[in-house]
């Protein structure tokens, strides 16, 4: 559900929502809550046989030759490995060992994340609403303490997101409940508050010699439509595909190149269309944010533009 409240006073002056059913009979998606992520992904390393986990071991260098890519621990040890695979956030130590330039976009808004409880329930369904300097987005969570419950992304410019973090409780919870258009009443916090700073962030290239950039490493993008994680799978799942298709050939430069291609493109394209919502979410004049509303009701009223849109965010086209 896009809510846009960009009017005079926070209430909601346009709603639309983007039904799941529209396109096949399953949800958009799943949220899942870190811990469980977290157990789940540590059990199943422990079930393999052939994985060895080093919490807390980092890269200190990379080097690479045709055949091989040797990588040194944190911890002294050296890996021989026919591909490396970098997961290893969005300061990449392997993507600047190899080279990769990365182009960055600062925009000077920083996110809240933290859950609340409010009295009416969610329905399963995300809102986001749109008033200036960024999105509040509501993710349904499981009910807490026996109230609906949500977790919240709230993105403002920097001052602003300071100024609510340091906001006594309660101040907070008013302050919140405002943005909020009272759609689900009042919203109690349930959880710590964090803050992030936003950013965009692009590789110039998926692959480097022996070197695969995944997540992170590879894309950043401000937290609207969920889009973070769905792109990380699918840079997993073309890599997978690659690999088993040729395993004779794990890491050379034929498959590597076959990766940037399949993903590359894809990225770039998703990357540029969140900076451009980003940037109209953070619109502070009123002509623009009633330009923005009138946008928001063209493209809803275009049912194949609407379908394009919900499979996009699926990763379908």
């Not at 890519?69 to 021989?80: E, N």
């Not at 600047?96 to 369904?125: E, S």
């Not at 070197?211 to 609207?224: D, N």
């Not at 619109?283 to 009701?297: K, Q, S, T």
């Amino acid at each position: 559900r896009i809510v846009d409240a960009g009017g005079a006073e926070p209430e909601p002056r346009v709603i639309k929502d983007f039904n799941a059913a529209d396109i096949s009979q399953l949800p958009f998606g799943w949220n899942l809550p870190n811990w469980l992520l977290r157990r789940e992904i540590l059990a199943r390393i422990a079930a393999i046989p052939n994985v060895e986990f080093r919490a807390g071991t980092g890269t200190k260098s990379l080097f690479t030759r045709n055949h091989e890519a040797r990588v040194t621990l944190s911890d002294g040890d050296q890996i021989r490995a026919k591909l490396v695979v970098a997961c290893d956030g969005r300061s990449s130590p392997m993507r600047d060992a190899a080279g990769i330039p990365v182009k960055t976009t600062r925009y000077g808004q920083k996110a809240l994340a933290f859950a609340v409880t409010h009295p009416v329930p969610h329905d399963n369904v995300s809102t986001e609403i749109h008033r200036s300097g960024g999105p509040f987005t509501l993710v349904p969570l499981p009910d807490y303490q026996g109230k609906p419950s949500s977790a919240v992304v709230w993105m403002e410019r920097g001052p602003r997101a300071e100024e609510l973090l340091a906001q006594a409780p309660q101040v907070f919870e008013a302050e919140m409940t405002r943005r909020s258009c009272g759609l689900f009443g009042d919203l109690t916090l349930a959880s710590r508050r964090s803050i992030w700073p936003i950013i965009s962030q692009s590789a110039a290239r998926m692959d480097g010699q022996r070197l695969a950039l995944m997540a992170e490493a590879a894309h950043v993008v401000p937290p609207i439509g969920a889009q973070g994680l769905n792109m990380s799978l699918g840079d997993l799942r073309v890599l997978l595909e690659l690999a088993e298709t040729r395993p004779e050939g794990l890491g050379d430069a034929q498959m590597l190149s076959a990766y940037h291609k399949a993903r590359h493109n894809e990225i770039m394209l998703r990357v540029k269309g969140i900076d451009l919502l980003n940037r109209s979410s953070m619109i502070e004049a009123r002509p623009l944010r009633d330009l923005r509303a009138f946008g928001l009701n063209a493209l809803y009223s275009l049912a194949p533009v609407r379908k394009t849109l919900m499979q996009m965010g699926l990763g379908v086209k």
